[in-house]
């Protein structure tokens, strides 16, 4: 596919899913309302979603990778399939649509067993929001086939599997199957994971793929920064926060954290510049 019919792939899904009508619930999962999904999302209004985890018989769970233009959680790793009920959505209906939608598998079919699991209402412990979520698992040994307007790769990732591996399939699945800025957002997650492991060889390395796919470019020069910074490594430190500083980011106190620094560091010399 190629990009432009895959931006208006991505924008059309977008503009589809916003106006779809979503039924809204009281904390007894009653419908009290029905607005558009857009109007939900604004509002935080509760209501019903389905999930579905995909497992084959090797033991292995399906991981999505959610794409950019999603109106919660873009970008985002999945560890279930699924999404919003729509109005006057039939449960059980809804999640075997979802499933088949997003990932090309028909629960209906004979090499797929399908059961349901429970129904919880899962709440934000931060504030009085909630929603329904009904579960339901999936087992099969299929070739899954994702929608693109939803979904930028899909995995099978056993459990007990070695971070190593499981990293290597992340990696290829960017190099072949997604466009620079997908491929720059899968780097810095991956990034963000070896950083807060304290590996901070390949936290940077990850990090400059994120800023040379460009993808949250003045973030990561930061974020490698600090990696310098803990080093005690001042010199890299600032020419990291150099270059950093050109970018423009909504985040305030990530500038304003750049300029303290870079006032810390003004007697650092710099021998040469960062290509």
Do not use: W
Not at 195 to 216: E, H, M, P, T, V
Request: hydrophobic share 35%.
């Amino acid at each position: 596919m190629n990009k432009e019919k895959g931006d208006f792939i991505h924008l059309k899904g977008k503009i589809m899913s916003a106006q779809e009508l979503v039924d809204i619930v009281d904390r007894d999962n009653n419908v009290t309302d029905t607005v558009t999904r857009k109007e939900m999302r604004q509002k935080q209004l509760p209501h019903r979603a389905s999930y579905i985890a995909v497992c084959n018989r090797g033991g292995k769970f399906l991981v999505e990778i959610r794409t950019l233009c999603k109106d919660y959680s873009p970008g985002t790793f999945d560890a279930v399939v699924g999404g919003v009920m729509q109005h006057g959505e039939e449960y059980v209906a809804a999640a075997k649509r979802e499933l088949l939608e997003e990932v090309g598998i028909n629960a209906d079919d004979k090499k797929v067993d399908f059961y349901p699991l429970e129904t919880l209402r899962i709440e934000d412990e931060k504030t009085d929001h909630f929603f329904y979520g009904y579960l339901y698992l999936a087992i099969a040994d299929v070739i899954t086939v994702r929608q693109a307007s939803e979904v930028s790769g899909v995995m099978f990732i056993d459990k007990e599997e070695n971070y190593a591996i499981t990293e290597k399939e992340i990696i290829n699945m960017a190099e072949n199957g997604m466009n620079r800025l997908e491929r720059g957002r899968i780097y810095f997650k991956l990034a963000e994971l070896y950083d807060n492991r304290n590996r901070n060889s390949s936290a940077i390395d990850f990090y400059r793929q994120s800023y040379l796919n460009g993808y949250r470019q003045k973030l990561s020069l930061f974020r490698i920064s600090i990696i310098y910074r803990k080093a005690r490594n001042y010199t890299q430190e600032k020419e990291y926060l150099i270059l950093a500083n050109k970018y423009e980011f909504a985040n305030n106190e990530v500038q304003k954290s750049i300029v303290q620094r870079l006032e810390a560091l003004k007697n650092v010399k710099i021998p040469k510049k960062l290509n």
